[in-house]
């Protein structure tokens, strides 16, 4: 790994934690809405980025969570094994917009991750939560889908890093 993929990905790391920070309340719960998922999106234009967004996560739950050891294991496994199914889907899928629908899709399939976890630490109603937290997920990278490609046309993601 080179310097400028290191940096890049200690970039999108600090940009990952600056974002939940910023929508702490709103992140952590049964219907999540963490505006920094968008960044789950850069995977689509090099895989590259799959540390600096796994680092993001795991520092974003490891200072804000309030369940930390709980996310420390289900909220990081959900950003590995989504990403990593978008990363081996991306060999089959060349469409930017297409694999951004995926990894949309896959990322809020997985929520079932998240609403394991709450259903363990909260006794939260697992489907309840699953729907909820999935919806959340949906919402936040849907709306990420056009902002993603729009500011890849402006700055090209896949070169920077």
């Given at each position: 790994?080179?310097?400028?993929?290191?940096?890049?990905?200690?970039?999108?790391?600090?940009?990952?934690?600056?974002?939940?920070a910023v929508i702490q309340p709103f992140g952590f719960t049964n219907v999540q809405?963490?505006?920094?998922?968008?960044?789950?999106?850069?995977?689509?234009?090099?895989?590259?980025y799959f540390y600096g967004i796994v680092l993001g996560v795991f520092l974003t739950?490891?200072?804000?969570?309030?369940?930390?050891?709980?996310?420390?294991?289900?909220?990081?496994?959900?950003?590995?094994?989504?990403?990593?199914?978008?990363i081996a889907a991306s060999r089959y899928i060349k469409n930017v917009i297409g694999l951004m629908v995926l990894n949309t899709a896959v990322f809020t399939f997985n929520m079932y991750i998240i609403a394991f976890?709450?259903?363990?630490?909260?006794?939260?109603?697992?489907?309840?939560?699953?729907?909820?937290?999935?919806?959340?997920?949906?919402?936040?990278?849907?709306v990420g889908i056009p902002i993603m490609y729009a500011l890849n046309k402006r700055v090209n993601m896949g070169k920077l890093i």
């Open positions: 790994m080179n310097i400028r993929t290191i940096v890049g990905n200690g970039i999108v790391a600090a940009l990952y934690i600056a974002v939940s809405f963490r505006i920094s998922e968008m960044f789950n999106h850069l995977i689509v234009f090099n895989r590259n739950n490891l200072f804000f969570s309030p369940i930390v050891a709980y996310d420390l294991v289900f909220g990081v496994a959900h950003s590995v094994i989504s990403l990593l199914i978008t976890e709450l259903k363990l630490a909260f006794n939260l109603p697992f489907f309840f939560t699953w729907l909820t937290t999935a919806a959340g997920e949906l919402v936040v990278l849907a």
